[in-house]
């Protein structure tokens, strides 16, 4: 019976062992675990609400994603070791016990380890994410302000021609093409009918339900404003690892707590087991003395 | 795959209308047709080698190509916003550039409105005085 508890506990603790070996293997894929967006002048382009898209869907395809998942594949098994190594101490005593409660306390260090890691991939996701923003917004702002005044003005008087061009069109069309002799011109004939289809095209465009702007809390919101909106998010996701950072100390000072009570445990039990004498007072030597 | 093929599908969709908007060719040439145009009705009203009928013909004509050049300037989306002397000189005066539109506007021969633009009026030009140089 003695003799199957020890096989148990070694069977266990190597099988422990292999998996901090797995861990410290996928340490070093973590370390090269990466995520380079670029803010190409298509994603400037593209709407606001495509461009969050575009961006999620960058990210699940490069190794920095592929490694976040499998930092929560390793956390979720490492997280079944646990339940099981809680079940089998309720179920044993004695040394098995004292041996599995360490090797409880070894694996929470390692799932802590594992917590650590994958909030650092996070991390990285969320700075490189808050980074790519910051540099989209700064070209989309070089955009705006490619607007000179001598650019703006030639804009103002293109769009009061246009507007003054507007109100004269019957007056011109009456005035040159209004004998019965003139026909009306090729180009003007197939303007119409472009204009037609145009018009057709835009109302099927604008009643299209993947045309919706992009919102922001229900209220329209232009692409800045939306690019702003998602820095703030990630700003968001960036306290909460901070926080998340805290849980995880507390849980790491709680298992070293736990491992100090152990070896206090396991001290005390080997010193009630020693077969050292305990040291005694002059008073317990008097029956030496007496007759 | 599925999932990767529904957000590459709209994506690249999109990509592509931008690109065909960004692709659509700039017509540079639509002012500088309409300025030959408007060059040409100029000469018609100058020319002092024509007889009058003539002269009334040759604008006529000039006059309904350029209705249609005028508008394919002011239609013209390339246009817009583009910062050169050419474009800012041609917008710069609505009355000389879109001289067929301006003269409609203002009910005036097409000639009486470019004199007036040059400030030539039918008073000014019989209260001059033959004079020597």
Known sequence: ?291 | MRTSLRLILPIGAMIVSTMIAAATPVHAGTLANMERERAHLIDAILDAEITPADRQARVETAQRRLIDLERMVLRDDGLVGRNTPHVRRAFANYDLTFLVHASAEKNLAVADAWLEQLGISTQSLLAAKVGRH
């Open chain 1, 1 to 291: 019976m003695r003799f199957n508890k020890r096989l148990t506990a070694t069977a266990l603790a190597l099988c422990l062992a292999h998996g901090s070996m797995a861990i410290y293997g996928t340490a070093a894929a973590t370390e090269a675990a990466t995520w380079r967006p670029v803010a190409s002048e298509k994603l400037v382009k593209l709407p606001a609400n495509y461009l969050k898209k575009s961006l999620d869907h960058d990210f699940a395809k490069s190794a920095l994603a592929a490694a976040i998942t499998d930092a929560d594949a390793e956390l979720g098994l490492k997280g079944q070791t646990l339940d099981d190594l809680r079940m089998a101490i309720e179920q044993s005593n004695g040394e098995l016990a004292v041996e599995l409660r360490h090797q409880l306390l070894t694996q929470k260090r390692e799932f802590i380890q594992l917590m650590q890691r994958k909030s650092e991939l996070r991390r990285r996701h969320m700075q490189t994410r808050q980074k790519f923003l910051e540099g989209l917004l700064n070209k989309i702002n070089q955009d705006a302000t490619k607007m000179t005044p001598v650019r703006a003005q030639l804009v103002t008087a293109q769009e009061s021609a246009r507007e003054r061009f507007q109100g004269s069109v019957g007056k011109a069309d009456l005035a040159v093409l209004s004998a019965p002799a003139v026909p009306e011109s090729k180009y003007a004939r197939q303007y119409a009918i472009n204009l037609a289809a145009v018009e057709n095209l835009i109302t099927t465009i604008e009643r299209h339900p993947m045309n919706t702007h992009s919102t922001m809390r229900d209220t329209p919101a232009n692409k800045q404003d939306f690019i702003r909106q998602m820095q703030a998010d990630t700003q968001a996701g960036l306290a909460i690892l901070d926080q998340e950072r805290s849980i995880l100390g507390f849980m790491a000072k709680l298992v070293a707590l736990d491992a100090m009570a152990l070896s206090e445990q396991v001290m005390d039990a080997d010193l009630a087991d020693s077969d050292i004498p305990r040291t005694s007072g002059p008073a317990d030597a008097i029956k030496y003395f007496v007759n």
